[in-house]
């Protein structure tokens, strides 16, 4: 049973557009399994907090990144293209009070090879 279940919480939907000429990214099930044993994430998220004005790397009580499954099924090689929607939550009890945070978002492809990074801008979080 979830426990956070009526908790306040914020939560934040992070959109990537992509190319990728290989047409390679995503994990299917048994990639994705062995991936999971050694947090090789392939949405890789990293999150700053906002700190006397200047935004500072800090790690969460729990990874932010994450997986996303294989986007092309026929297996064929070629370009593609489109946008990833990436959802975050913030408890309230783990946030503070007008907490503002950012991420940089990489994407790797099954090759292993990481895209560019992608800054978000500012959210502020836990305004209730």
């Not at 956070?4 to 919480?9: L, S």
Request: no cysteine.
């Amino acid at each position: 049973m979830d426990k956070f279940i009526g908790a306040n919480k914020d939560s934040i939907v992070i959109n990537v557009h992509f190319q990728d000429g290989d047409g390679d990214l995503g994990l299917g099930e048994e990639d994705k399994a062995n991936a999971q044993k050694n947090d090789d994430f392939n949405y890789i998220i990293k999150p700053y907090r906002m700190r006397n004005g200047v935004f500072q790397p800090y790690d969460p009580l729990v990874p932010l990144s994450g997986y996303f499954p294989l986007l092309k099924i026929d297996e064929k090689p070629g370009p593609l293209e489109g946008t990833l929607s990436y959802t975050i939550q913030f408890f309230h009890s783990f946030t503070r009070k007008n907490d503002t945070l950012r991420f940089d978002i990489q994407i790797k492809d099954r090759a292993g090879n990481l895209s560019n990074v992608t800054e978000t801008e500012p959210i502020i979080v836990n305004t209730l």
